[in-house]
């Protein structure tokens, strides 16, 4: 069964950073590409960011680009989304999303549970 | 304002037949598969049609989706109290060099 759990959620302050890590199970980790994608309290869910199998191939969207950045550890079967100059408007459910291939072009079969991430001063 | 577009809301009665519209541009869904996720009140999206009108297993056959051009839209049949949920169609952007979401239409059955 494939499981995505996501943790390193939390309160903090604008400007400041946070580290989110994905942990994956039950799946051929490095077969896949990952992404994380998130939902706002209340809205609709908006692509943050995704990587290829081996991490050849990755894409932001231009909310985040610049200030996030997506890895993995194939070793560990983690995803990670480090978040730097955090903004009020980062506020949001981040979940972990599976891919169906290796590549970040085809769709999420899977998703976490999702962690939250507060920006507020 | 989302990349795609879809009603923000629809309803139906029991055993009615309800379509909700998607609508992109050649960036996305003209050049590209589209895919709708369902997500039911405080759970995490689950893959409901995926390449436009497949449907995983484990999905009803009262789901159905198709696409034409520029738009795409997905149809649920025999319409039940559980199917109230949110609907989300995705695609690739090749514009964005990313993925589009629509912004979600809440589907309520009366």
């Known amino acids: 069964e494939v499981q995505l759990v996501e943790s390193g959620g939390g309160l903090v302050q604008p400007g400041r950073s946070l580290r989110l890590s994905c942990a994956a199970s039950?799946?051929?980790?490095?077969?896949?590409?990952m992404h994380w994608v998130r939902q706002a309290p209340g809205k609709g869910l908006e692509w943050v960011s995704g990587i290829s199998w081996q991490s050849a191939s990755i894409g932001y969207a231009d909310s985040v680009k610049g200030r996030f950045t997506i890895s993995r550890d194939n070793a560990k079967n983690s995803l990670y989304l480090q978040m730097n100059d955090l903004r009020v408007e980062d506020t949001a459910l981040y979940h972990c999303?599976?891919?169906?291939?290796?590549?970040?072009?085809?769709?999420?079969?899977?998703w976490g549970q999702g962690t939250l991430v507060t920006v507020s001063s | 304002q989302s990349v795609l577009i879809q009603p923000p809301s629809v309803s139906g009665t029991p055993g009615q037949r309800v379509t909700i519209s998607c609508s992109g541009s050649n960036s996305n869904i003209g050049s590209y598969h589209l895919y709708w996720y369902q997500q039911l009140p405080g759970t995490a999206p689950k893959l409901l049609i995926y390449?436009?009108?497949q449907r995983p297993s484990g999905v009803p056959d009262r789901f159905s989706g198709s696409k034409s051009g520029t738009s795409a839209s997905l149809a649920i049949s025999g319409l039940r109290s559980e199917d109230e949920a949110d609907y989300y169609c995705?695609?690739?952007?090749?514009?964005?060099?990313?993925?589009?979401f629509g912004g979600g239409t809440k589907l309520t059955v009366l």
């Open positions: 995705a695609a690739w952007d090749d514009s964005l060099s990313g993925w589009v």
């Open positions: 999303a599976k891919a169906r291939t290796a590549t970040i072009r085809d769709l999420f079969d899977y």
């Open positions: 390449r436009n009108d």
């Open positions: 039950g799946f051929t980790f490095d077969d896949y590409a």
